[in-house]
């Protein structure tokens, strides 16, 4: 068997781990992405908080300096399950070389008409963590942003993202935890009180806590080296970091070693 066909064969069995009906639910909502008042209205909300902790980390593991113009000059980033875009642009700005990826058809064409309107060149593909993993390509930061909780494979899916980062980098992963009270907040909350998103986007059960994150990232090759929670304000209306509340949504970072 030829390696050409070995890839192959990996990247087909990678489509495979693919669930047909996450990728539907957010594809039914793609031109929806860039609206701040429309169906990703919450994600719009969270994004300046999670931009801070993913500038933060990347700097820190980087060595760079995040006030500067272009930080991130030189660096590759990928963004896993990049929607339209929305933290690929942030890493363009900032000098990152960078490459989004999403499994849905119909992100891909938002994101990239977007990014063209804005003057950016963003590397937008459809494919998977899997399939990319399977060409053998490396990256000095993978974030993994709000993904884990909608494959069907966790483990499998953490293993093959890991094997994206380059020695000496770092994954940035995003989820939520599964307790009573991100059942309160996530599901009944955010999707039948508020409004914020379509009934059953999210599965609690899928939901991840964060001991079994940083096992499954250890398992996978990767050394945890922290972990936020995103905590959201109902009166100031906003989201904030927590170094000690991850009781449900929560970011951490893990490097490869050297």
């Known amino acids: 068997m030829t390696e050409t066909a070995t890839q192959s064969e990996r990247a087909a069995a990678a489509d495979a781990r693919v669930d047909a009906a996450e990728i539907a639910k957010f594809e039914a909502m793609a031109a929806e992405w860039w609206d701040p008042e429309g169906k990703f209205k919450p994600l719009h909300m969270l994004n300046p908080c999670r931009l801070d902790y993913v500038i933060a980390q990347i700097a820190a593991t980087h060595g760079r300096d995040p006030d500067a113009p272009r930080p991130f000059e030189g660096l590759r980033i ?121 009934k059953g986007t999210h599965d609690w059960r899928k939901f991840i806590t964060p001991s079994e994150l940083e096992g499954l990232l250890a398992a996978a090759g990767l050394q945890p080296v922290d972990a936020t929670g995103f905590v959201f304000n109902p009166i100031a209306w906003s989201w904030r970091l927590s170094g000690r509340d991850l009781s449900v949504n929560y970011v951490t970072t893990a490097l490869k070693p050297a």
Request: aromatic share 4%; glycine share 8%; with cysteine.
């Open 78 to 198: 990928l963004d896993i399950g990049c929607g339209g875009g929305l933290l690929c642009e942030p890493m363009a700005r900032l000098g990152a070389q960078v490459t989004g990826i999403d499994p849905a058809p119909r992100n891909i064409p938002v994101a990239a008409l977007h990014a063209r309107q804005s003057g950016l060149d963003i590397d937008y593909r459809v494919t998977t963590a899997e399939a990319m993993a399977a060409e053998g390509d490396r990256f000095d930061a993978v974030l993994n942003m709000e993904v884990v909780e909608h494959v069907p494979d966790p483990r499998a899916y953490l293993r093959a993202c890991a094997e994206l980062v380059a020695p000496g980098c770092c994954m940035i992963t995003s989820t939520i935890n599964r307790n009573a009270r991100s059942f309160a907040v996530a599901i009944l909350g955010a999707e039948y009180v508020m409004r914020w998103l379509p």
